[in-house]
DNA sequence: CAATTGGCATACGAGACGTATGTGAATAGG
DNA sequence: CCTATTCACATACGTCTCGTATGCCAATTG
């Protein structure tokens, strides 16, 4: 049988991704010595060049995989809401609260940019924004969202306020207090692409 | 005379940040080499720890320049407008604007918050947040703008949709036509600030 | 004019990265 | 069943960059 060893491919790959995921997460990828954390794997840098070409390579591997969580959960939560625009609300509000979380903060929207340049051009991370820009796509069609609008330009604007939100959230004093702020001042601004009566 | 040392002084330190604002803007920070760009300014990194600490301290001298010049900028361009609101509007895109620079999208955008962490909290680089800010107080006052919403807090996500908007454009096929499409989106998220009558 | 400050350069050591090479186990073919 | 080959991963080495400790020379001060 040769399964074994794929399974032990998969999960050298995995173990690899998951110490990268801890060491950017918490230290930030400049500081993350690429022998400390394939050393907490129990591997060396030798599997690392072998499966990811280098650290950019690995922090890719590691943003693929957070951004395809956050798509599945976006998803996931949002999708229980009565109407069409309540769905595309709970989604960005679900992505705020995600979007709180330090390693996905970390690693998402500041080593990330920083490393593989505007997110907007990641290979494998688009799963959120390609959801909202459905979203906004279909609530023009019903007369919901203003039509002159381009879609996922208008999804990547909220992303933006989105992250800024989260940041603001997450290193406040009051977390709570500031969460309330936050989160209605976005809603505020989604306001503005109704439709007025 | 004890003038021509203050001078002399004053002058290596705009030449390390003026040879540093050109590294980072254009090869980024991590890839700059200390030793390369203040020998392109005819020195060596003795003068840079020696005025700035290290790296980390060089970027923030870049950064507050930077944020000066905006500040600037934007106050001058804004402030021909008839009405407040027109004004708050104009602040904006100018904002805007000045992000399609490659220079200030790499420095203030991508490296800075990677390096110094959260621009909230820049010691010396929040001219621009805190013009917006004031803008946004007094259009509430004169009921231009609802009244519920926490100014700083909006226009922190104010600035965060520009940021995505001006990466946008700047990094479109089609310069023209995105710019379009993303400024008439962001108007239209700032509609929903506005009161309705 | 002598002493001292301080701006800046040089020298040295410590990591971190990339590459070239080695090794042992799993697989494929006869 | 045996051999050849592939390939996953480790090791070794050279290079680059950074931080610190030290040294020197000019300008200032008394």
């Known amino acids: 049988m040769h399964r074994p060893r794929k ?3 998969a999960e050298t790959r995995a173990k690899l991704i998951a110490a990268a995921r ?3 997460g918490t230290i930030g990828y400049a500081e993350a010595s690429m022998d400390d ?3 907490s794997a129990g591997l060396t840098r030798g599997a690392l060049y ?3 070409g280098d650290k950019k390579g690995l922090m890719q591997a590691v943003i693929a995989e957070i951004d395809g969580e956050m798509a599945l959960r976006v998803n996931e939560v949002a999708s229980k809401a009565p109407t069409r625009w309540q769905h595309f609300v709970d989604e960005c509000t679900t992505y705020i609260e995600m979007a709180l979380e330090p390693e996905i903060q970390r690693i998402m929207f500041r080593d990330g940019p920083a490393v593989l340049g505007d997110p907007a051009q990641w290979p494998n991370a688009n799963a959120c924004t390609a959801s909202m820009t459905e979203h906004l796509t279909k609530l023009q ?3 919901v969202v203003v039509p002159e609008l381009d879609p996922e330009t208008t999804s990547r604007l909220i992303n933006g306020a989105s992250s800024q939100a989260a940041q603001r ?3 406040s004093k009051d ?3 500031t969460s309330k702020k936050a989160i209605a001042a976005f809603k505020q601004l989604l306001e503005g692409l109704r ?3």
Chains 1, 2 share one sequence.
Do not use: W
């Open 169 to 171: 959230i997450a290193n």
């Open 50 to 52: 072998h499966h990811f």
């Open 22 to 24: 801890h060491a950017f």
């Open 7 to 9: 399974e032990m491919i």
């Open 37 to 39: 954390f394939t050393a």
């Open 141 to 143: 069609e019903e007369g």
């Open 195 to 197: 439709k007025k009566p």
């Open 175 to 177: 977390p709570e207090a």
